[in-house]
């Protein structure tokens, strides 16, 4: 008979600590003790305030309501994100959410669009993207999940602040049973035969025994390298910015339903527009530009006033060689760290606790368990940073930083994904990869990485009738857009901001 886990210990709160609280509440009423620790003397990182489609999954699971999730955290709509600058100064893309147009007789919509925009008989390939449509035009409605209704073929994210989600999350969690211990961690107690871990001790002799211990304690890492010494895979020489300076400015004008993501001369610039106020950052390689240049070019392009002074952070990408090891799994910056550009970092503490979750241990902590884990984890972050790469790689901008990653050479797995689609188009996607087909279609056609050619089975199709259809696809997401309210009024109307209350801290 096995021995089911009784005590699971979370060390570290902010996103990524009260995400897996609230989940493994759900383990509450099986047996399963879930207890919280953190100390509100130590700081949080707290610049993960934007979301892909998959967080709409999450909170389904909790059983949250979106709107009243977003009222409580001052959240917006997003249905992408525009890159400006980042081909060449002066050039910009979106990349929306949701698919490209529609299918014909089999072939892929971007195969048929590619040869007609060869003919001149297609317009940008945005024009068929209607979150794109809606993002540009500033409107927003909900899905619908009849898939006969053009509002199916929208798909949408969140920026929020992310920490009242975090006091979102966690007043949800000691709800249902989970037990918040406040405190500063002094010492971790290992078993000595096998090296796991047994406690946690905190200041005042206190001790907090388990035996799954989440690790949530940000890039210290605690359990899963101070302690256990895991070891750390370094990405700086693909991905070289390793600091960041942010700051929130208030809200100038509309809010608008997408992130926007600038090119600088030393890394790239996020803007993030919330109910209440706008994230900004600066992503930099500190070789490049010093911390004051960097911050001074922060707020020399804000939208409106800078309502703090702007925080450092530093980090260099990468991720642990084992997130999950002995009876500690790592979550969130404790994991490893690949860069905001493409919002992933909340994302991956949901895909950590997910998995988590269907290879749940017991105390025998079988290594095909924890192995699997890691295999799995290694394979979505990986497909993840080749991802975050292909934005610096195919760049036509001027300064050394954007020569160097133009030139570098890039993963292998990153390689045969652009040969492969510069021949003629084609794209497949790997096991358990994040990114569909329609998201590496509009980064490597934003970063202008053109098909030379196309599927052959488009030049069986009468191009007559082929733009017909797209016309008739433009006119279609072009009236539904502008059947939508503006973003500003569906937030009032639906999950205008309850009044801000103080939060538990963040870190991703």
Request: charged share 25%; glycine share 10%.
């Amino acid at each position: 008979m096995s021995a089911p886990i009784r005590e699971v210990v979370i060390v570290g709160g902010g996103t990524a600590g009260w995400m897996a609280a609230a989940a493994l509440s759900r383990l509450i009423p099986t047996g399963v003790s879930v207890t919280l620790v953190e100390s509100d003397a130590i700081g949080t990182v707290g610049v993960g305030e934007a979301t892909i489609p998959p967080i709409r999954t999450f909170n389904a699971m909790l059983g949250l309501d979106e709107n009243d999730f977003l009222a409580h955290t001052q959240g917006s709509m997003k249905l992408g994100i525009e890159f400006v600058d980042w081909v060449r100064p002066g050039h910009r893309y979106l990349h929306p959410f949701g698919e490209f147009g529609f299918d014909i007789e089999g072939v892929k919509f971007h195969q048929v669009w590619r040869r007609m925009r060869e003919a001149g008989r297609a317009g940008p390939i945005d024009e068929y993207n209607l979150c794109a449509v809606a993002a540009y035009a500033g409107r927003f409605a909900p899905p619908s999940p009849d898939p006969a209704s053009v509002h199916s073929r929208l798909a949408h994210a969140y920026h929020f602040d992310a920490g009242l989600y975090a006091g979102y999350l966690r007043g949800y969690a000691e709800v249902r049973g989970v037990r918040r211990i406040e405190g500063r961690i002094t010492r971790v107690e290992q078993r000595g035969e096998d090296g796991f871990i047994t406690a946690v001790l905190l200041e005042g002799d206190r001790r907090v025994e388990g035996e799954l211990f989440i690790d949530c304690s940000g890039f210290r890492g605690l359990l899963i390298e101070e302690t256990l010494q895991a070891g750390y895979e370094d990405w700086t020489h693909w991905l070289p910015c390793d600091s960041a300076v942010a700051v929130p400015s208030a809200s100038s004008g509309a809010i608008h339903p997408y992130t926007r993501s600038t090119a600088r001369e030393a890394g790239w610039q996020w803007r993030i527009p919330l109910q209440h106020r706008v994230g900004n950052g600066y992503v930099y390689a500190k070789s490049e530009i010093s911390d004051d240049e960097a911050a001074a070019t922060l707020l020399a392009s804000l939208d409106g006033p800078a309502l703090a002074e702007p925080r450092l952070l530093r980090f260099a990408a990468g991720q642990r060689k084992l997130v999950w090891d002995k009876n500690c799994v790592a979550l969130g910056l404790a994991s490893g760290f690949l860069e905001p550009l493409e919002s992933t970092s909340i994302h991956l503490v949901q895909a950590g606790i997910t998995k988590l979750l269907a290879l749940f241990p017991d105390r025998s902590f079988s290594p095909v368990e924890r192995n699997e884990y890691n295999r799995l984890t290694r394979i979505q972050v990986e497909a993840i940073r080749d991802f975050i790469i292909l934005h610096y790689h195919a760049n036509q901008r001027p300064g050394e930083l954007w020569r160097r990653v133009r030139e570098m050479t890039v993963p292998e797995t990153l390689q045969r994904k652009l040969d492969l689609f510069r021949g003629r188009g084609r794209l497949f996607r790997y096991e358990d990869e994040l990114f569909a087909d329609s998201s590496w279609i509009a980064v490597l056609l934003g970063q202008e990485v053109t098909p030379g050619g196309w599927d052959p089975l488009a030049d069986a199709l009468n191009m007559d009738a082929l733009a017909t259809s797209l016309d008739r696809v433009r006119t279609l997401f072009a009236r539904a857009t502008q059947a939508m309210p503006r973003h500003e009024e569906y937030i009032a109307r639906n999950c205008a901001a309850q009044p801000v209350r103080a939060a538990a801290g963040v870190s991703r």
